[in-house]
């Protein structure tokens, strides 16, 4: 069973920065592509970015597009999400993912982290 495990998370003025890391286990990391969620309260989960198996493909959401940039260091078995220009919107718990199958294909991540927590205030 694969572990994931996400940290970084915590309490930022608008404008900051953050960086979050996501450390697998369990499953040979590097054959695999790789994802970052975010659920906010009262809200559905959503797609923030995503990474393919040998870090040569990204895509992220519109929302995020410019501020955050997803990387993997596969000799680590590690995903980082590096936050810049925060907003209050992006506060959220934030959740790593490994996909089974196309990074881009939302049905296919099966396997998940307990989540971290960002908070950005105004």
């Known amino acids: 069973q694969v572990q994931l495990v996400e940290s970084g998370g915590g309490l930022v003025q608008a404008g900051g920065s953050l960086r979050l890391s996501c450390v697998a286990s369990?499953?040979?990391?590097?054959?695999?592509?790789m994802g970052w969620f975010r659920q906010a309260p009262g809200k559905k989960r959503e797609f923030v970015a995503a990474?393919?198996?040998?870090?040569?493909?990204?895509i992220y959401a519109d929302s995020v597009k410019g501020r955050f940039t997803i990387s993997r260091d596969n000799a680590k078995n590690t995903m980082n999400l590096q936050m810049n220009s925060l907003k209050p919107e992006d506060t959220a718990v934030y959740y790593c993912?490994?996909?089974?199958?196309?990074?881009?294909?939302?049905?296919?991540?099966?396997?998940w982290g307990q989540g971290t927590q960002v908070t950005v205030s105004s």
């Open positions: 369990g499953r040979p990391f590097s054959i695999y592509g």
């Open positions: 993912a490994c996909s089974k199958g196309s990074i881009d294909s939302l049905h296919d991540y099966d396997r």
């Open positions: 990474i393919s198996s040998g870090g040569g493909n990204t």
